[in-house]
């Protein structure tokens, strides 16, 4: 069965991708996505078995390599994180390969995309079914990989392979990190296998090492290193700036990467590791602070975008530092349990954000929409569901996830906890407020687009004069839609989506409403150990669920105080008082820029990082290749040659006395070098 979860989405990247422009693509969507179904039906089976019962096991696949003392094998770790995982991945997958069967069903490279799609689904099966390290790597990598692909998919566009390139390179930056942690996991350990590593973590709980003649805890280094991998991989402050940029590519390649596989690899990657992460107290103090100021930072960011991919991104960024502050404070349990619910409300989102999309023909700025509810009812609802399970309305999914990390960061009772409670019950009230803003924006108020609205930005209720807007925000998705308006030449009236877009966000609005309280007990309740049976690792002196039961009454409601206060406030100036936003934005300009500048972070590293590279790089090139390397050796060597047959070419003057001159030179050099030869 496990076989058949991994492959099967590997053996429909082989057939679309290979055979693609043989089948067509209807067939190519309808083999790639059916393989899908079958894998995330397994794959739930799966979950019932490992997680409800005993079917946790170890699969081995093959012997990968052996060099000296480190032994690879490829092997399939099954246990609970694993099957969750799995349910994630090829739910989430199965349900974007037929929601992309109508979304892009006018793009004549279907065959690549769905191929696209499933490597990336095997990269990440890989990557969380690894039984070692360097497994893990491997589809650490695929998934990078596979993200290229998807996000640069137009490669029409110069901004989507700009964007690839950028989330490429900035995921090295953290890859760089955890290979580091890799080797540091492997001179310590002296081996790479999960079930080499976890036993014996214990016995190194105080070693040391000298590194630059300092004396360095060696687990902490090590964990700080793994944790370098995943700030990258799931966009966490400073290593984020790739996520936004990645909305260059298709709104299903955003509901994949963003909801349930890419960005969580680097939550996994620390959960999987608990074992390790625990005796590491201060690597989760980091994991803790730097959750939580990913948590606020991205929520700031989110209130003024205009483009409603980039809102929902920002969430996604935002709500990833949220599972990291579960994560720092020893509740591995509720971050998970936010990983899980998490990717079925924001996939809801996202895809809902395609059907909008879809519906306005390609439009992407929120300021040029509004009144759509009366023309997309049925992706007003979901999204609607998808804004009620983000913001933690109760009794949805969200409500029992995100809100247990809070409690769980006030019940850590330590400083970095109590820092991640502030930040988090902060981005609380701004999530609501900047779910409702783009609720409100699109479906409700007036209709800011058809003749005399499309195009011009002034119209929308929170633009004005005198404050520059992010031009990226205005971008339409796809270069090659201006061709095509879906056969709605002329008619611009907004439409509903086709069912087979439909259908997925039903199932995904199921589970936003109710996977929180089905699962809840699962995760972090009563059933926690019964149902986790050792795959989450804490040490016994980690009371943080059981703490988490004896909080003041008020830390269990701030939360929904926060998502009220949010609706309430985005209501009014969205609403209410339509000018109000104008108004604010005006009167605070700095604030305004800075936030839809996104802290100007791009432009700090383009300053620091990007000129310096391209002068170093254009130096070496101009001085050291062209002028010392070029100049002193292939084009200085043909240069002489030419310079001397010029020479010798003009010699050849076609005078016979020039010839016989030139022979009696000769005679005569010839005669002079015998003579001082036979002289010795």
């Known amino acids: 069965m496990y076989h058949a979860i991994v492959f099967l989405p590997l053996v429909g990247f082989l057939i679309a991708g290979l055979f693609g422009r043989v089948l067509g693509a209807r067939p190519s969507e309808i083999v790639t996505t059916a393989l899908l179904f079958v894998a995330a039906v397994l794959s739930w ?192 402050f400073l290593l984020h700036t790739w996520l936004p940029d990645a909305m260059e590519g298709p709104t299903p390649v955003s509901a994949l990467i963003h909801a349930a596989t890419m960005v969580t690899a680097g939550v996994f990657m620390v959960a999987r590791l608990s074992p390790v992460f625990e005796y590491a107290p201060a690597a989760l103090t980091v994991v803790t602070v730097i959750g ?40 591995y349990g509720a971050g998970v349990f936010h990983l899980f619910t998490h990717a079925f409300f924001k996939a809801l989102l996202f895809l809902g954000a ?76 701004m999530t609501s407020f900047y779910s409702w803003r783009l609720f409100f924006l699109t479906f409700e108020g007036t209709a800011r687009w058809g003749h005399g609205h499309h195009g011009h930005a002034a119209h929308a209720p929170h633009d004005h004069e005198g404050v520059e807007h992010d031009e ?63 795959a989450l690792f804490t040490r016994p002196e980690n009371h943080i669920l059981e703490e988490m039961h004896h909080l003041p009454g008020w830390v269990p409601l701030l939360p929904s105080i926060m998502m009220a206060l949010g609706l309430a406030l985005a209501y009014y100036m969205y609403i209410v008082d339509a000018k109000q936003p104008a108004r604010l934005a005006a009167d605070h300009p700095i604030l305004y820029r800075f936030l839809l500048n996104k802290w100007y972070f791009d432009e700090l590293y383009d300053a620091i990082f990007v000129r310096p590279a391209m002068a170093v790089g254009r130096f070496f090139w101009r001085t050291g290749d062209q002028r010392i390397i070029d100049g002193l050796g292939p084009d200085g060597i043909s240069a002489r040659v030419l310079d001397v047959t010029r020479g010798v070419v003009r010699v050849q003057t076609g005078y016979v006395y020039h010839y016989a001159f030139a022979m009696l030179i000769g005679v005569a050099a010839l005669v002079t070098f015998y003579l001082f030869r036979g002289a010795h």
């Open 292 to 331: 939580g100021i990913t948590a606020f930072f991205a929520a700031t960011v989110g209130l003024v975008q205009n483009d409603i991919k980039r809102v929902i991104a920002y969430s996604t960024c935002s709500q990833l530092g949220y599972m990291f502050v579960g994560l720092g404070v020893g509740a």
């Open 472 to 534: 990226r925000s205005r971008d339409v998705e796809p270069a090659h839609h201006a061709q095509h308006e879906h056969g709605h030449h002329g008619d611009h009236t907004p439409h509903e989506s086709p069912l087979v877009m439909l259908l997925p966000l039903v199932v995904l609005a199921i589970g936003a409403l109710v996977a929180g309280a089905v699962f809840h007990n699962a995760f972090i309740g009563e059933g926690y150990a019964a149902f986790w049976k050792g």
């Open 45 to 236: 089976v799966s979950f019932i078995q490992v997680g409800f019962g005993d079917g946790a096991t170890r699969v081995q696949v093959a012997q990968w390599m052996s060099v000296g003392d480190l032994q690879v094998d490829w092997a399939f770790r099954i246990d609970t994180l694993t099957a969750m995982m799995l349910v994630v991945v090829n739910t989430v997958s199965a349900l974007v390969h037929l929601y992309s069967i109508g979304y892009m069903h006018e793009d004549p490279h279907r065959p690549r995309f769905f191929a696209y799609l499933s490597l990336f689904t095997f990269a990440m099966l890989m990557l969380v079914t690894a039984d070692n390290l360097v497994q893990m790597f491997f589809g650490w990598e695929g998934v990078g990989l596979a993200s290229y692909l998807l996000i640069g998919f137009w490669y029409q566009k110069d901004s989507a392979n700009a964007a690839a390139i950028k989330a490429f390179i900035v995921n090295r930056v953290g890859d760089f990190g955890f290979l580091l942690g890799i080797f540091t996991i492997f001179v310590l350990f002296g081996g790479v296998t999960f079930d080499s590593i976890f036993p014996r973590v214990a016995e190194f709980a105080n070693a040391r090492f000298t590194f630059l003649g300092i004396e360095w805890h060696a687990l902490t280094i090590a964990c700080l290193l793994l944790f370098m991998g995943a700030m990258g991989k799931s966009a966490q």
């Open 354 to 429: 395609g059907s909008v999309i879809h519906a306005m023909h390609h439009e992407q700025d929120m300021r040029h929409m509004g009144a759509l509810r009366r023309y997309i009812p049925f992706t007003m609802a979901m999204m609607l569901i998808g804004n009620l399970a983000l913001t933690g309305f109760p009794f949805t999914a969200g409500y029992y996830s995100k809100d247990a990390i809070i409690e769980a960061a006030y019940a850590a009772h330590s400083s970095a906890g109590s820092f991640a409670f502030l930040a988090t019950v902060i981005a609380a009230l």
